[in-house]
């Protein structure tokens, strides 16, 4: 007979350089069908159409099919990293947000781990203000450009790209950095000529007659940008709800581009305070620019692409070894499925 469990879950304080841990209890019970049901907490870093996948799993039914059960909503922390952290603490079993989030624990002395993609490429586009011109990113130079601050995945391409063009942060290029989901607004008033930003902010300005002038999904196709999250120990001690997780995800990934409209319904009903025109036109451009990856799987070159830009800027000291950040059997098993 199956047994509902609630998982085991790792209480881990993370303080300064260190990182505690300790195991919190588990409960089980039958249910009524006598078949097998993993009750998860899952946090992501807030409400976004990146994580379209888990919204489709949910509302599709690939989550109920592979005997998932989300206990108390999906959770928001604030951050990558904060939703990380709730797994660390015991207070979810999986986390959503940007796997450099594993990398960052990893070298404070963590013990996490990513193991399903949920957004892939570099899902940042640059816009610029009403008669604006932009031919190359020399011409940043002596403009302003507003961003989300550190360490978001944005600021660091952005500072990628004004190092690689001999532009200083600050000096040659005016930075104003405000809160992730508030970017676009200084341009669109022209308090500043440049915005770099992500979906559906780039749709809505787009909408509002401002122009893409650079895209990053060009310049990194295969780019870990969002992932499935967890502790070692959970991984080891319940592989079966790792595996029916991914298996609901990469079902659900599958189904976003086998129906683009279904998907677009999905994302609609989980968004309906934005326009719906502006949620179309951002998941299809994320479905073109395969944000929305084809697959579970998080490849050694994804994961790579994404590290490096947080070295090349300082973020990490050193680019960690692909077995250190990812275990990518479950997304090959559910590939096999």
């Known amino acids: 007979m199956r047994r509902a469990r609630t998982l085991t879950g790792v209480a881990v304080t993370l303080a300064a350089a260190a990182v505690l841990s300790g195991c919190a209890g588990d409960t089980s019970t039958d249910d009524a069908a006598g078949e097998e049901v993993y009750q998860v907490r899952v946090t992501q870093a807030f409400q976004s159409l990146y994580y379209l996948s888990l919204y489709v799993a949910q509302e599709k039914g690939f989550l109920e099919d592979e005997g998932i059960e989300l206990v108390g909503g999906l959770g928001n922390a604030g951050s990558g990293g904060a939703a990380l952290a709730t797994v660390l603490q015991g207070e979810s079993q999986i986390a959503l947000g940007g796997p450099e989030n594993v990398a960052f624990i990893n070298a404070e002395g ?17 816009v610029a203000a009403e008669g604006v011109t932009f031919d190359s990113p020399a011409d940043l130079a002596g403009h302003s450009i507003t961003v989300a601050t550190c360490c978001v995945t944005a600021n660091t391409l952005l ?114 305070e934005l326009d719906e025109e502006v949620v179309a036109a951002a ?22 692409s994404a590290l490096e830009r947080q070295t090349y800027v300082g973020n990490l000291a050193e680019l960690p070894a692909y077995e250190t950040v990812i275990d990518p059997s479950f997304a090959e098993t559910a590939l096999g499925n």
Not at 110 to 125: K, L, Q
Not at 251 to 268: C, F, K, N, R
Not at 283 to 304: D, F, G, H, K, Q
């Open 283 to 304: 998941v299809a451009r994320m479905i073109e620019s395969n944000v929305y990856p084809p697959s579970a799987l998080i490849t050694e070159s994804a994961i790579t």
């Open 110 to 126: 963590g013990d996490t781990v990513a193991f399903s993609a949920a957004a892939n490429s570099a899902p940042n586009w640059m």
């Open 159 to 272: 500072k990628e790209l004004l190092q690689s063009n001999d532009l200083e942060w600050g000096v040659d290029v005016t930075i104003n950095e405000v809160q992730q989901g508030s970017e676009v607004g200084p341009a669109l008033t022209g308090s500043t000529d440049f915005a770099v930003a992500g979906e559906p902010l780039i749709s809505q300005a787009v909408q509002q007659g401002l122009e893409i002038v650079y895209d990053w999904t060009e310049q990194y196709p295969d780019f870990a940008y969002s992932s499935f999250m967890t502790t070692r120990e959970i991984l080891e001690s319940e592989p079966d709800m790792i595996q029916a997780f991914t298996n609901a995800i990469n079902s659900a990934l599958e189904y976003i581009h086998s129906d683009p409209d279904g998907a677009i319904e999905v994302a609609t009903d989980a968004f309906p």
